[in-house]
Nanobody, 128 residues
Framework: QVQVVESGGGLVQPGNSLRLSCTTQGGSLRLYAVGWFRQAPGKEREGVACHNRAARITYYADPVKDRFSVFRDDAGTTVYLQMNNLQPTDTGIYYC?????????????????????WGRGTQVTVSS
């Protein structure tokens, strides 16, 4: 059984950085598109960024463009979300997911319905 696991969350001050990691137990991310999502308190979950290795697509939501980057290790088994210049509006639970039912990651959007395996999330809090 595939289990997606996120790590790297924490409490940081505005302007600082964090790097989140996404791996799997009982499976692999190497051949799959991987997406990052977040949910702020009282808000719906939103897509943040994704990486589709096979199609060579990397997508970023507008609020994080030029601040966040998603990339993989050389083996493709760990996917990272580098978050720079964090702001209080970035606070939330960050989820990683693997797309099994489709690409999930497109040049202009993410399709959450195509992600079948989700992690439990890691908390990111940006506060002074």
């Amino acid at each position: 059984q595939v289990q997606v696991v996120e790590s790297g969350g924490g409490l940081v001050q505005p302007g600082n950085s964090l790097r989140l990691s996404c791996t799997t137990q009982g499976g692999s991310l190497r051949l799959y598109a991987v997406g990052w999502f977040r949910q702020a308190p009282g808000k719906e979950r939103e897509g943040v960024a994704c990486h589709n290795r096979a199609a060579r697509i990397t997508y970023y939501a507008d609020p994080v463009k030029d601040r966040f980057s998603v990339f993989r290790d050389d083996a493709g088994t760990t996917v990272y979300l580098q978050m720079n210049n964090l702001q209080p509006t970035d606070t939330g639970i960050y989820y990683c997911a693997r797309a099994d039912s489709g690409w999930g990651c497109y040049p202009d959007k993410q399709r959450p319905s195509e992600y079948d395996h989700w992690g439990r999330g890691t908390q990111v809090t940006v506060s002074s």
